[in-house]
């Protein structure tokens, strides 16, 4: 099982959480975890569990110390609260990009603890969300395999391998799947294709040994084909009769490379008989065939035999690498070439791959949008999509001939919830523009014209409630500007003129009686103001001057009658 998530419910917290949490109010979480991180791979997981528990959950790191500690819970084989702690973690609002490893990870201590109807509901809908993260289709492969579901197991490692070629796993569980549906060459070729995505891995041994197996023909290999159901592509079932024949394997069979092994003489009477057929609909012709019959044909066969199993041990193997890394590094760039073709376009078959024009785009290995280019290869045109790196939806609109935004543009949170939209001409802003909260309520709304905000906006708080109206002309703040109370009513009733105060200026209490009145002139208080109390008796009078106190300024009580009389000058009380 791959690595697993989980979170502490706090009913089952021990009381040394709760105060190592206490005691370490001002810790540097990120270093905490990374300590604790060190500790599991050191085999200390119990120690590295007490590391996470330093973290609260206020931090910012919380969901991450979680993710960590439930991969220590699940090697501490503690099933029960790793658990838990997904439950928790999957609960909580704050880091919602871990929730794809959350949700495969879920899903993998759901099937170890027996629950497989419940995993397997967590990883459909976890890739219903996530379309691009492949983990959720090879752990939901693996749980299919585990209930001998090889089938269901075959489509939906197809359907991950197309979205990410790079996931070695996945050509390891399909050979896996195709073995134990007795399609031999199948097989055969996708644990080739996991030793040609990484020949030290995990699986390495395992590969090498079926290889093996098929490559003798051994009598379980003999055993799955004969309870082959259905029909094999005739290519395919020539390359088997090929292999089971064992014609690769006579003296007399010539051997092309200086390596004399029965796997590799195997797999070059494969490739050497090898044909892609465009209307071949089976999944390993148009994915592999392609790839492997140009090795065969651009006569870098040697290079490849030897890079497959550069880490099977083979003194002459590791010689010929060192000897021939140049041609390993080409070899390796031909095979990223290849498998990023299937990448960016997720078409199975070859031919119509090769053509393909909505194309997926990358940035650093991560999935970034869809979308076509001009012919110049760098152009944008017409409708595109944009995803977070595990496949949700993060921004949608168009593109004008001349590769610039146009029309209507939707922009999400990584939850899927609407986090703008707004409309385009010529690559700026022009027309309607809202912005959201997460929660879904509008968090501003207004009219853009040539790329600068035109006419009345309108803010509002994240429960909803008016916050703001103010007026733009050519993106800079002119007109009415009002703030309001929480009642919404006006709190502030400003005049601006080129984003600067420029007219009359009032501030009113909650109820809406007038607290303050002046007058600014180019961003300058100027002449005479009051100001009242809630009640509205007049408590101050004076005036400004260039922004500041100038002149007689008067203070009242409420009943009216005067309370003090302050002369300034430049702002500044006279006599103080």
């Not at 650093?364 to 999509?385: C, I, R, S, V």
């Not at 921004?395 to 146009?406: L, P």
Request: include cysteine.
């Amino acid at each position: 099982m791959t690595k697993t998530f989980v979170a502490l419910l706090f009913l089952v917290l021990p009381f040394q959480y709760a105060s190592s949490q206490e005691n370490n109010p001002l810790i540097n979480s990120a270093e905490v975890i990374n300590e604790g991180v060190k500790l599991h791979d050191d085999g200390k997981y119990k120690e590295a569990i007490l590391k996470y528990q330093k973290i609260s959950p206020s931090d910012t790191n919380y969901v991450w110390a979680l993710y960590e500690m439930s991969y220590s819970f699940y090697a501490d084989s503690q099933f029960v609260k790793a658990k838990q702690i997904c439950e928790e973690a999957l609960s909580l609002k704050e880091d919602r990009e871990r929730e794809p490893e959350l949700y495969t990870n879920y899903g993998n201590i759901l099937d170890d603890l027996g629950e497989k109807d419940h995993a397997m509901h967590v990883f459909d809908s976890a890739i219903q969300k996530y379309p691009a993260y492949s983990p959720l289709y090879l752990n939901k492969a693996v749980l299919l395999m585990s209930e001998e579901k090889y089938k269901e197991a075959e489509d939906i490692l197809k359907t991950g391998l197309l979205i990410d070629p790079y996931n070695y796993s996945m050509h390891f569980r399909l050979g896996q799947t195709a073995i134990n549906q007795g399609k031999v060459v199948q097989s055969y070729l996708s644990f080739i294709a996991y030793l040609m995505m990484t020949p030290g891995g995990r699986y390495k041994t395992s590969c090498i040994r079926l290889l093996k197996s098929i490559s003798h023909a051994e009598n379980d290999i003999l055993e799955f084909a004969g309870k082959r159901t259905g029909e094999q592509p005739d290519n395919i079932q020539l390359l088997e009769q090929i292999l089971f024949s064992k014609i690769a394997l006579d003296k007399n069979y010539k051997n092309t490379i200086k390596l004399d092994d029965p796997i590799s003489r195997q797999i070059q009477a494969l490739f050497e008989k090898m044909e892609y057929r465009a209307d071949n609909s089976d999944f390993w012709v148009q994915y592999y065939v392609p790839l492997f019959k140009q090795f065969f044909t651009k006569e870098k066969f040697e290079v490849f035999i030897n890079h497959i199993f550069g880490d099977a041990g083979v003194d002459m193997i590791s010689d010929y690498n060192k000897k021939h890394k140049k041609d390993e590094d080409a070899l390796i760039s031909e095979i990223a070439d290849y498998l990023n073709q299937i990448r960016y376009s997720r078409i199975a078959n070859y031919e119509q791959r090769v053509k393909a024009i909505a194309l997926y785009t990358f940035t650093d290995g991560k999935l970034d949008g869809k979308g076509k280019y001009k012919a110049d290869g760098n152009t944008p045109e017409g409708t595109w999509e944009f995803y977070y790196s595990a496949g949700n939806i993060k921004a949608k609109g168009g593109f004008d001939e001349n590769g610039k935004r146009t029309g209507i543009w939707n922009f999400y949170n990584f939850n899927g919830t609407t986090d703008a939209v707004e409309t385009y001409k010529d690559g700026e802003l022009d027309g309607r523009g809202i912005n959201y909260f997460p929660n879904g309520n509008i968090d501003n709304i207004g009219v853009y014209k040539n790329g600068n905000a035109t006419g009345e906006f309108n803010y509002y708080t994240y429960a909803g409630r008016k916050r703001i109206t103010v007026n733009f002309v050519d993106g800079k703040v002119d007109g009415p500007r009002k703030e309001y109370f929480y009642n919404e009513n006006v709190h502030y009733a400003e005049t601006y003129k080129a984003d600067s105060l420029d007219g009359i200026y009032k501030t009113y209490y909650p109820g809406g009686q007038v607290e303050t009145e002046l007058t600014y002139i180019n961003g300058q208080a100027e002449g005479k103001t009051k100001t009242y109390y809630e009640t509205g008796e007049l408590a101050t009078e004076g005036q400004y001057g260039h922004n500041q106190r100038t002149g007689t300024w008067k203070r009242y009580h409420k009943n009216g009658k005067l309370k003090s009389i302050e002369p300034y000058v430049n702002g500044l009380l006279e006599g103080a």
